[in-house]
């Protein structure tokens, strides 16, 4: 038997190519709505006129914008090539890199503050990955990251991930992946940011809404745009797509308002600073 030299190495491989074919729907479908959380974000690492910021797992760069609003200097890191071609498009003023976030390719102490949206459930080593922004933070900065709260306090994640657990298969034949909530608990973010050298670490819950023109748009685009959720809906039987897809347009129904569909969700906030 071969062993396996990186962690989830296959799942990486998996990822970046998958991030890579769906930047465009991403883009549209997702980073317009996680960026609801961005001013929250950067007020939280203090990124203010001249703040020297980094982005890591920049995506398709609307942190990074509204960051360069704020008049910040921005670098952006993110390891899919077309997540980065956009960004580059969104934000001339930034510089952005094709990069490893377990492997920073920057010399230390070079930022003021460091942020990662919803990066930190892919990677393989998040403590490398921690370990590696807290080394290229200067002493004084701040450093923050999200993740998704777990579906017992995650509407959203709740009705798709129920739907296939109730009518489909959680098993299906895709590379392991690091466990996608972890960092959606407190005391988790609060262990793993003090052990790696952080203090003044605070948590926080931030709540995002997932609007939709209708209940029937919400599975197509979960398939098209997302790196981990899309693969589970589409590897399923066409039977269990069926059972799955009428699950969650009844379930999405339940969050009808004027505007369509608006399905509540929420993110961890980690922040700490570097002593
Ligand atoms: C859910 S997206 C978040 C993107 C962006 N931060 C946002 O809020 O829109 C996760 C991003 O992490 C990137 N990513 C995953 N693993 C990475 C790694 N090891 N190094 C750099 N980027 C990575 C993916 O390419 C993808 O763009």
């Known amino acids: 038997m071969t062993s396996d030299p990186t962690p989830y190495s296959a799942f990486q491989q998996f990822e970046r190519e998958r991030f890579s074919l769906i930047a465009q729907d991403y883009d549209q479908a997702i980073a317009a709505t996680t960026s609801q959380v961005n001013d929250a974000l950067l007020d939280a690492i203090k990124v203010k006129s001249g703040v020297k910021l980094l982005d890591v797992a920049c995506g398709t760069g609307w942190l990074s914008a509204a960051a360069i609003k704020r008049q910040a200097i921005v670098t952006g890191l993110d390891y899919a090539e077309n997540m980065v071609a956009i960004a580059r498009e969104r934000c001339p003023q930034g510089r952005f890199y094709q990069g490893d976030a377990l492997n920073l390719p920057f ?17 393989p080593e998040p403590e490398r990955a921690i370990a590696e922004s ?21 509407p959203f994640m709740a009705l798709i991930l129920g739907a296939v657990q109730n009518y489909g298969n959680m098993n299906v034949d ?102």
Request: charged share 15%; glycine share 8%.
């Open 107 to 123: 010399d230390a102490n070079e930022f003021e503050a460091i942020v990662c949206n919803l990066g930190i459930l892919h990677f």
């Open 174 to 275: 895709l590379p392991q992946g690091p466990p996608l909530f972890r960092f959606g608990e407190a005391t988790e973010c609060y262990h793993v940011l003090s052990k790696a050298g952080f203090n003044q670490v605070f948590i926080n819950e931030l709540s995002i809404n997932w609007t939709f023109s209708q209940a029937q748009d919400v599975m197509p685009t979960v398939v098209v745009s997302t790196a981990r959720l899309g693969p589970l809906l589409a590897m399923q039987t066409q039977e269990q797509q069926r059972n799955i897809e009428r699950a969650i347009i009844e379930g999405a129904s339940r969050y009808s308002t004027d505007n369509g569909v608006e399905i509540p969700a929420s993110v961890v906030l980690a922040v700490g600073s570097k002593p």
């Open 134 to 154: 807290f080394r290229v933070l200067k002493s004084g900065g701040y450093y923050a990251f999200t993740c998704w709260t777990p579906p017992t306090r995650n």
